[in-house]
Nanobody, 119 residues
Framework: QVQLVESGGGLVQPGGSLRLSCTVS????????MSWYRQAPGKERESVAR????????NYADSVKGRFTISRDNAKNTVYLEMTSLKPEDTAVYYC????????????WGQGIQVTVSS
């Protein structure tokens, strides 16, 4: 069955960096666009970044442009989210998802991983 497992979260100081990883199984990874979402306490879930199957196309939320980078390694069935210049407002549970298409909705979700930005 389809599985998405996030790792790499934790506590980081403002201005710091963190890299999230999502390793998948149960489907042909290179055929699917992937994305990262996040949800902060009391806020709606937000699409953070997405990447096409081959990795040629990416899209970012305005709130993270220039600070976050999504990438993927199709040989390792893994998608990454490199987060730099982190701010307290980046604190959230981050989810890896498999998309129906690059512009479509999420079809499968990981369990989520906590990222906390605090001094």
């Amino acid at each position: 069955q389809v599985q998405l497992v996030e790792s790499g979260g934790g506590l980081v100081q403002p201005g710091g960096s963190l890299r999230l990883s999502c390793t998948v199984s149960g489907f042909t990874f290179r055929l699917y666009a992937m994305s990262w979402y996040r949800q902060a306490p009391g806020k709606e879930r937000e699409s953070v970044a997405r990447i096409s199957g081959a990795g040629a196309s990416t899209n970012y939320a305005d709130s993270v442009k220039g600070r976050f980078t999504i990438s993927r390694d199709n040989a390792k069935n893994t998608v990454y989210l490199e987060m730099t210049s982190l701010k307290p407002e980046d604190t959230a549970v981050y989810y890896c998802t498999r998309l129906i298409s690059f512009v479509g909705n999420s079809q499968y979700w990981g369990q989520g991983i906590q990222v906390t930005v605090s001094s």
